[in-house]
């Protein structure tokens, strides 16, 4: 059967594919649309299984708000920046938050496993694997959460084009325009200072015994403080821990909009509060930094490109 151009325009349209792939797959599936797009799946699936290996560690994070209540982040990793910024893949990533707030999911196996949002008949990783095939690196949907305020808004803030996706939970009576800005300062807040905590109530005993510890350790390795006495040294302790645990616990940072440079978060949400006539607090956040924690390659672009012109 003749492939004729408009076929292969349809092929593109329905799969993403690139043109010679689908020209590729008519002509072996004889012109037959059905066959030409499995044909596509499973070439994708057998270039998706090549790419597995190589490390993916740039990509987006991105946010969908479904409503007041509802919302998703979600990361998407790819092995260059240059494809992060590609349009097919950043569409791709917020088809993947879309799926994300709508999912019932417990974690990643059960996501991956579910209808496609954009076509029941695939699979999520039906859809990461054509993608795969499509942009021609490593694709990988690492992690999403899914946040649903029982009492109260969910705010959002993405830092960086995609670097950096936050989701603030908050309880509260009132929800207006003064409240939800309030929110999405405080997101930004946890985008530029990273806390670990809301408050100090969240941090275990064993997290703080094991600081002690260790500061004692760096005391006791230290010729001057080591001879100091007992009660001095279990002050410089207490005082290190409590240093830090204003750096890691939200409420207790520096907010990042102080206009005196000295308010805490803590103090601003007691402002917004009584300006609101209710209470306004962080119940919890989701905070997601593209790559955090991967081991990315070093790239040497020059001679990327000159063994491609290869």
Known sequence: MAITAAMVKELREMTGAGMM?????????????????????????????????RIAAEGLCTVVVKDEKTAAVVE?????????????????????????VNSDAADMDAFMAEPWIEDAGKTVNDALVEKVAVIGENLKIRRFEKVVAEHGCVASYIHGGGRIGVIVDAETDVVNDAV????????MQIAALS?????????????????KEILLAQIMND????????KVINGIIEGRVSKELKEICLVDQVYVKAEDGKQTVGKYLEEVSKAVGCPVKVKRFVRFETGEG??????????EVAAQMK
């Open 180 to 187: 939800k800005e309030a929110l999405v300062n405080i997101a």
């Open 223 to 230: 010729p001057k403080e080591s001879q100091k006495p007992e």
């Open 21 to 53: 792939d689908c020209k590729k797959a008519l002509n072996e599936t004889n012109g037959n649309m059905d066959e030409a797009v499995e044909f596509l799946r499973k070439n994708g699936q057998a270039k998706a299984e090549k790419k597995a290996s």
């Open 195 to 211: 806390p670990k905590y809301v408050s100090r109530d969240e941090v275990s005993a064993d997290y703080i015994a094991h600081e």
């Open 294 to 303: 991967l081991e990315k390659k070093q790239e040497d672009f020059a001679a």
């Open 76 to 100: 998407v990793n790819s092995e260059t920046d240059f494809v992060a910024k590609n349009e097919t893949f950043q569409a791709f990533v917020k088809a993947v938050a879309e799926q994300a």
